[in-house]
Structure formats: C-alpha cells, structure tokens
C-alpha cells in the first residue's frame, strides 16, 4: 500500500515544517526542545501532536488553554501530504502493478526521488514562512542549498557549474531589483532565494520559473489592490509566487520551454 504511506510520511514532514516555520520565526531551535501550545506555552504531549488527528480530536482548541488552533496547521499537513504523492508520482517513481510494491530500477532514482522530496517540502517550508511571517528563513535556504550541491555533483561536474553559474545571475539579477527599489519591492531574503532557485533549475528552467512567478505575482498583486486588501506601492511576500514557479519549473520547465520555442517559431 503506497499511497498511504506516502501521505502519512507528508502529513508527518508537515506537521515537522509548521514545527520549523513557527520556531525559526519565534526564536527557539527549530530541532531542540518539545512543541508547545502558541498561545499559553504548555508543552503539547505526543498525542496533541497526530498529524490531522489531533486537529480533529481536540476540536481545533488547545486541550490546556483552550485557544483556537489555527487552520494553518492542518491545512500545511495535508498540502504536504498532497505534495508528497504528487512528488513520487512525477519522479515515476511508481509501484509495481501486480504486486503493489515499489520497483526500484537503480541507485539513481532512489536518490532522485528523494531529492526531489527535501526540495519540495523545503519549498514550501518557505512558502509558509513567507506567507505566515514575510520571511525566508536562511536556516531552511541554507542547508536547501546544500543538498542541492550534493546532489548536482553526484549527478554530474558540468551540472554543477552551468547551475551555480545561472544561481549567481539570478541572485546578481534580484539583488539588482532591491537596490533599485531600496527593498520596497523584495528583501535580501528573496535574493537568497533567487540563488536557490538558479542552483535548483538551471537553464531554461530557471527562465519559466522567474517569468511565472513575476506573472502570477503582478496578478494577484492587482487583484489584492482591486479588492482594496493592499495599496499600490504595499509590500507583498514574493516567496510563494517563487517557490510555486520552482516547483512547476522543476518538472515541467523544458517541457513549457519548448512548447514556447514552437510558438515563438510559428509567430
């Protein structure tokens, strides 16, 4: 049975990111110490802590102060428990048909996929912080980073260089923006996570990437003014846009490349 285990793996990794968003926000370590209630700071027993579960058994209130739990929570669970299955299934990645089990071709698709898992669910680790807290954490781009290089120079040298060669042209690119707009637009954290995404996709990848998210952005950023939600000239986080279009970039990027170059070629 491998989607079950899959999504409770996710919805295990999310309830971990709520953990690492809220810490690395608040000030404790994001890996020492026991999860404790926001609101009266009691620590949370282990079965205050089921992924989704607890959620519903309590009621959506902490069971010692009785302050309503936020919506975040279960909705990062399940999202990465989605994600999760969706990761595997595009790694091709898949179970054998007759017997249900997992088929294991070679050493390279295991570390394929397991690559692409600490890609995704740091991606929207950062998503959430952006989101919650207008951060990009430098203790989840960091060590992101680093497994990224790992993982490229197991793959191949001339990955490596061509990709850390585009992670410096776009970190340049939106460093750029923030000194032109004194930060008004983005932060140093989005320049750091510029890097991250060059290093991650490469060419062309990186060029669908950045012009999905400068898309999606600019749209909803109306949209938001339209409603009145933000002024024009108002910050908004620009992490989630970036790490959406990483992600669809990620698996879809050359594919969305090409079908571009033929319509490019047919104009």
């Known amino acids: ?17 709520n953990c690492v968003v809220y810490r690395v926000n608040n000030g404790p370590s994001p890996f020492k110490g026991r999860s404790i209630c926001t609101k009266c700071k009691h620590q949370l027993r282990w079965k205050d802590n089921i992924p989704l ?17 936020s919506w975040q929570y279960p909705l990062v669970e399940l999202a990465t428990g989605i994600l999760t299955i ?14 249900g089990e997992l088929r294991i ?14 890609v995704g669910w740091a991606l929207l680790a950062i998503f959430v912080s952006d989101l919650i807290y207008t951060t990009i954490p430098d ?9 990224v290089f790992i993982y490229l120079i197991f793959q191949s040298p001339n990955f490596l260089i061509s990709n850390f060669l585009i992670s ?15 930060g008004r637009g983005m932060g140093l954290g989005d320049v750091k996570l510029a890097g991250l995404m060059g290093l991650i996709l490469g060419w062309p990848k990186i060029i669908i990437a950045l012009y999905l998210a ?19 000239g108002q910050y908004i986080a620009f992490g989630p846009f970036l790490t959406t279009a990483t992600f669809i970039s990620l698996f879809w ?7 571009g170059e033929k319509i490019l070629g047919l104009l």
């Open 86 to 99: 969706l990761i595997f299934k595009l790694t091709n990645y898949l179970p054998v048909p007759q017997a």
């Open 139 to 147: 203790e989840i781009v960091f060590p992101t980073l680093f497994i």
């Open 53 to 69: 579960l607890s959620f519903l058994l309590l009621g959506r209130r902490c069971r010692y102060c009785s302050s309503p739990i």
């Open 214 to 232: 400068f898309l999606t952005g600019a749209f909803f950023g109306v949209i938001l003014i339209l409603l009145k939600k933000k002024k024009f």
């Open 168 to 182: 410096l042209l776009t970190a340049s690119f939106f460093y750029f923006l923030v000194l032109i707009t004194h």
């Open 105 to 118: 071709t070679n050493y390279n698709d295991f570390l394929t996929l397991f690559y692409n898992l600490l």
């Open 253 to 259: 990027g050359e594919e969305i490349y090409q079908w």
């Open 1 to 17: 049975m491998v989607w079950p285990f899959l999504f409770v793996l996710g919805i295990s990794v999310g309830s971990f990111i």
